[in-house]
């Protein structure tokens, strides 16, 4: 199948995955590595891969590791935060297709607390101590990747968002929608027995709901920029 005019003026040199925590990311990493490294019709089949966790171990490249890639690595899938790859390879915004994983907060904050903080429910129902903390930690994650300013205006900068809520519908969309012919398969990695929202009382859900509006609003409000809604 011949590439048309419209997906060669899409396709972008680079492709930039920046993954929120608790949203997936672990599930499309496996996907994409796979993906790159065994299906020939992918533009980045033979590339040089930074692929966090799987080509250069469990590093951040916000944090360490940024003397391990190579100049010709064209596809950067990592924790790091807005613009951070683009800013220390010299990448112009413009030449990388970006993507984000997002997921309702809900389920991310108790996603977190099963797999890291593991805090007991019925301390984070009567121990203001320990609920703030767990909100600290990860409950406006969102404003905090994007660097705490104009929020709305750089996930809507973003070519494709991930929904983790919703990952069989943001696969299927992705593989129908990308100019690079990724053809990636739904698969689900670091997920605990308890990782359901239903395992928790409704009033803690709602405490939770109540102590993070904003991150709510935006969730919804780029599911619906984005057309998912």
């Given amino acids: 199948m011949e590439d048309t005019g419209i997906s060669m003026?899409?396709?972008k040199p680079y492709f930039i995955l920046n993954h929120i925590p608790k949203c997936a990311g672990s599930s499309l990493r496996k996907a994409?590595?796979?993906?790159?490294?065994?299906?020939?019709?992918?533009?980045f089949y033979g590339n040089v891969l930074y692929i966090s966790t799987i080509t250069h171990g469990n590093i951040n490249i916000e944090n360490h590791g940024?003397?391990?890639?190579?100049?010709?690595?064209?596809?950067?899938?990592?924790?790091?935060?807005?613009?951070?790859?683009?800013?220390?390879?010299?990448?112009?915004?413009?030449t990388a297709y970006r993507c984000l994983t997002i997921r309702n907060p809900i389920d991310r904050i108790i996603s977190h607390n099963n797999f890291f903080s593991q805090i007991d429910?019925?301390?984070?129902?009567?121990d203001d101590q320990s609920f703030k903390k767990l909100i600290a930690?990860?409950?406006?994650?969102?404003?905090?990747?994007?660097?705490?300013?104009?929020?709305?205006?750089?996930?809507?900068?973003?070519?494709?968002i991930f929904d983790a809520s919703h990952q069989q519908q943001s696969i299927d969309r992705f593989?129908?929608?990308?100019?690079?012919r990724f053809n990636l398969e739904n698969i689900y990695t670091n997920k605990t027995s308890?990782?359901?929202?239903?395992?928790?009382?409704?009033?803690?859900?709602?405490?939770?709901?109540?102590?993070?509006?904003?991150?709510?609003?935006?969730?919804?409000?780029?599911?619906?920029?984005?057309?998912?809604?």
């Fill in 121 to 126: 429910v019925d301390q984070l129902l009567n």
């Fill in 175 to 180: 593989n129908s929608e990308n100019p690079y």
């Fill in 194 to 229: 308890e990782d359901t929202k239903k395992t928790y009382p409704v009033e803690l859900i709602n405490k939770i709901t109540q102590s993070i509006p904003y991150e709510i609003e935006i969730y919804h409000k780029i599911r619906r920029i984005k057309g998912y809604e």
């Fill in 32 to 43: 994409i590595f796979t993906d790159c490294t065994t299906n020939t019709e992918n533009h």
């Fill in 137 to 160: 930690i990860c409950g406006n994650i969102l404003s905090f990747y994007m660097r705490e300013e104009s929020v709305i205006e750089r996930l809507n900068s973003y070519d494709f």
């Fill in 66 to 94: 940024i003397e391990c890639l190579s100049k010709q690595t064209r596809v950067f899938v990592d924790h790091s935060r807005y613009g951070f790859v683009e800013e220390k390879f010299n990448i112009k915004p413009e």
């Fill in 9 to 11: 003026k899409k396709r």
